[in-house]
């Protein structure tokens, strides 16, 4: 079955349920919450969910991470984790979306799911006004900073997931407006000679708001439909809140 940038669900499939967390939340009790609902996913017994939430600042690790690009956490957490990919930084400002999708249900085929969540995220920031890519030996969706120097790129958001079960966990971020700066103190993703950026630094007047409202209008085209969530319908995410306004 070919997947080429669409991963929609198939009619055996319910949609989607979207929650937003306000605030930040920590990063063991995310992580802690989100592989109990993908388990639960696995059993049939919880709904596909995509939970769009902020973290405190800290430095993620993941399977392929290696200690040199380890620079500096500066004093900040550093947790290793099971998702794909290598060290990044995740802190207020940056919207991360953990994706907990059944993918025995819409084809088990993990390259293609990546390629999908790219599409995603460039239609999404397209609507924003960025003009994103994916590029060769890259995770992640860049921009052209021509304006920098020749050849410069900039990544504004990073993909990296984990699938247990045939169930997805973790997922993506997207730059907004984070502290850059704290990408000084590791090599992110394992890239050196590029830089990084967000909506804010590349001058878009767009808000973590607009960016759920294009994440959310986009999402269908690539993995199906989506299904409002009742408030504390879900009890592990009781202080999330739908993503319908």
Same mark, same amino acid.
């Given at each position: 079955?070919?997947?080429?940038?669409?991963?929609?669900?198939?009619?055996? +499939?319910?949609?989607?349920? =979207?929650?937003?967390?306000?605030?930040?939340? *920590?990063?063991?009790?995310?992580?802690?919450?989100?592989?109990?609902? *993908?388990?639960?996913? +696995?059993?049939?017994?919880?709904?596909?969910?995509?939970?769009?939430?902020?973290?405190?600042?800290?430095? $993620?690790?993941?399977?392929?991470?290696?200690? *040199?690009?380890?620079?500096?956490?500066?004093?900040?957490?550093?947790?290793?984790?099971?998702?794909?990919? #290598?060290? $990044?930084?995740?802190?207020?400002?940056? &919207?991360?979306?953990?994706?907990?999708?059944?993918?025995?249900?819409?084809?088990? %085929?993990?390259?293609?799911?990546?390629?999908?969540?790219?599409? =995603?995220?460039?239609? +999404?920031?397209?609507?924003?006004?960025?003009?994103?890519?994916?590029?060769?030996?890259? $995770?992640?969706?860049?921009?052209?900073?021509? @304006?920098?120097?020749?050849?410069?790129? %900039?990544?504004?958001?990073?993909?990296?997931?984990?699938?247990?079960? =045939?169930? /997805?966990?973790?997922?993506? /971020?997207?730059?907004?407006?984070? %502290?850059?700066?704290?990408?000084?103190?590791?090599?992110?993703?394992?890239?050196? %000679?590029?830089?990084? $950026?967000?909506?804010?630094?590349?001058?878009? #007047?767009?808000?973590?708001? @607009?960016?759920? &409202?294009?994440?959310?209008?986009?999402? /269908?085209?690539?993995?199906?439909?989506?299904?409002?969530? @009742? +408030?504390?319908?879900?009890?592990?995410?009781?202080?999330?809140?739908?993503?319908?306004?």
């Amino acid at each position: 079955m070919p997947f080429d940038e669409n991963f929609a669900q198939s009619g055996r +499939s319910p949609a989607a349920l =979207w929650l937003r967390s306000p605030g930040v939340v *920590a990063y063991p009790a995310a992580v802690a919450a989100m592989e109990a609902h *993908a388990d639960a996913v +696995s059993r049939g017994e919880a709904p596909e969910l995509i939970w769009l939430i902020e973290h405190p600042p800290l430095y $993620t690790a993941g399977t392929s991470a290696r200690e *040199a690009d380890l620079l500096d956490a500066g004093g900040l957490p550093v947790y290793r984790t099971g998702r794909g990919g #290598q060290f $990044t930084f995740h802190g207020p400002g940056q &919207r991360v979306v953990y994706l907990m999708l059944d993918l025995s249900r819409r084809g088990r %085929d993990v390259r293609a799911f990546v390629r999908a969540i790219e599409a =995603w995220l460039i239609e +999404s920031l397209a609507l924003l006004g960025v003009a994103g890519a994916c590029r060769a030996g890259r $995770t992640g969706i860049w921009v052209p900073r021509p @304006e920098l120097g020749e050849g410069r790129e %900039d990544k504004i958001a990073a993909i990296g997931i984990r699938v247990r079960r =045939w169930v /997805s966990l973790h997922g993506l /971020s997207v730059n907004v407006d984070p %502290d850059l700066a704290r990408f000084a103190g590791i090599v992110p993703c394992g890239v050196r %000679d590029q830089g990084v $950026t967000s909506l804010a630094a590349l001058g878009r #007047q767009a808000g973590m708001a @607009e960016l759920d &409202r294009a994440l959310l209008a986009t999402f /269908s085209r690539h993995f199906g439909g989506v299904a409002k969530a @009742e +408030s504390g319908a879900l009890a592990a995410f009781s202080a999330a809140a739908p993503l319908f306004s």
